[in-house]
């Protein structure tokens, strides 16, 4: 298995460009997440995904949006880019089952906007 | 708002050492308490987890202390080495939600000192 895999590894946009962040799991989890990683703040959830056609809003969905239409993947699309979007982003998948709940991690997506 | 406090933000430790990271969590919701492991231009990895039914669950060199009444939890990493060197994450989950996200901890990033 591959795992989470992400697509582009590091990007850079204009400030207005839009580009959208590729993710795809090969694990059949019906979860998928994006998170934003700013320095020394942690992890803060965009939009989360609960199955195929199904997606609801984080904490910090301002500036983007996503679509489910299929298991698998989970694009982050960015419109109207801005210098506050520069950030690390992470794509990570679960399986909802039992006590344990474990968050698969993709590699990461470096954005820098200018 | 910040459910879930970190610290300390950085930390060094000579070889052989313990390693003690702390968190701090407001919402008695949550139920279930992960630790990540983050090496350099990697996404996060599961390292450990508690149940708030238990006090401590050690895996190897790695200890989850669970402190239900003052609504605190820290990992322990006996005998660090230098491979020990990343940054760690505290989270917490609230997994009877449909969202099941993780709230993250700001993060430590640990020095390990050969």
């Known amino acids: 298995n591959a795992g989470v895999t992400q697509t582009p590894k590091f990007r850079i946009l204009k400030i207005g460009q839009s580009m959208t962040l590729q993710c795809a799991q090969d694990m059949n989890h019906n979860y998928m997440y994006w998170y934003r990683q700013d320095p020394g703040m942690g992890l803060k959830l965009i939009y989360y995904?609960?199955?195929?056609?199904?997606?609801d809003k984080g904490e910090v969905p301002n500036g983007y949006n996503v679509s489910r239409s299929t298991t698998e993947d989970f694009p982050l699309r960015l419109e109207l880019a801005a210098p506050s979007q520069t950030s690390v982003y992470f794509c990570?998948?679960?399986?909802?089952?039992?006590?344990?709940?474990?968050?698969?991690f993709g590699p990461g997506t470096r954005l820098l906007v200018l | 708002q910040q459910q879930v406090k970190q610290s300390p933000q950085s930390l060094i430790v000579q070889k052989g050492g313990i390693s003690i990271i702390n968190c701090a969590y407001e919402?008695?919701?949550?139920?279930?308490f992960p630790w990540y492991q983050q090496f350099p231009g990697k996404g996060p990895a599961l390292l450990i987890a508690?149940?708030?039914?238990?006090s401590e669950k050690k895996e190897g060199r790695f200890t989850i202390s669970f402190n239900k009444s003052a609504k605190q939890f820290s990992l322990h990493i006996m005998d660090s080495q230098p491979g020990d060197s990343a940054t760690y994450f505290c989270a917490a989950l609230q997994r009877d939600t449909g969202r099941r996200a993780l709230t993250f901890g700001s993060g430590t990033r640990l020095q390990v000192q050969p």
């Open positions: 995904s609960v199955g195929a056609g199904i997606t």
């Open positions: 919402n008695t919701a949550f139920d279930y």
């Open positions: 990570a998948s679960s399986y909802r089952a039992g006590p344990q709940e474990t968050q698969y």
């Open positions: 508690i149940r708030p039914d238990v």
